[in-house]
């Protein structure tokens, strides 16, 4: 994220737009300045909230070693144990279509082989008129994508972030 702001804050030095670089980062952004998701997930009454188990701290980079076969494990017969349920669940799973990470394609390909029937075509989605990405609505399930999204859309995307989750929320 930090290299991102640091070649579009150039950008933006060298050909400034009306918009600038808003929806990218927030209004007030210091790369490498803060870590808010870790401050606010050791909050005591946030470790209360979640039921943490004493002692815990959360850092971004966890030293946590999972065992290979749960890296590897498919997640197929865990969605369809979920969607075939009764469970009336409404699951969304969105991807920024920049994360090098979890490509996605490779999500996309997963959820068009649940084998759901298609409730909405594909569709941009968007934020103050602007494309933020596109969704396509399943029996029981969504897939979104982010537009200019990482691995980890709040820290890249935050502004569509919050609106994508807002509009989960919301029914969508």
């Not at 933006?12 to 929806?23: M, N, T």
């Not at 890296?71 to 369809?80: F, I, S």
Request: glycine share 8%.
């Amino acid at each position: 994220r930090d290299e991102r702001y640091a070649l579009m804050s150039m950008v933006e030095k060298a050909h400034p737009r009306p918009k600038s670089i808003r929806g990218y980062f927030p209004k007030e952004y210091v790369p490498c300045s803060e870590n808010w998701a870790g401050t606010y997930l050791n909050r005591p009454d946030v470790q209360a909230a979640l039921h943490v188990m004493p002692g815990i701290t959360w850092a971004l980079c966890s030293p946590i070693d999972y065992p290979q076969a749960d890296v590897v494990a498919p997640m197929m017969p865990l969605y369809h144990f979920l969607l075939e349920g009764s469970y009336n669940l409404k699951i969304m799973v969105y991807s920024g279509d920049d994360d090098s990470v979890c490509a996605t394609l490779g999500t996309q390909q997963f959820i068009w082989d649940l084998g759901r029937s298609v409730t909405q075509p594909w569709a941009a989605w968007k934020v103050d008129n602007q494309i933020a990405g596109y969704t396509v609505g399943f029996d029981g399930i969504r897939f979104t994508t982010v537009h200019g999204a990482g691995h980890m859309v709040p820290a890249t995307r935050p502004e569509q972030a919050l609106a994508l989750f807002t509009k989960y929320l919301e029914g969508w």
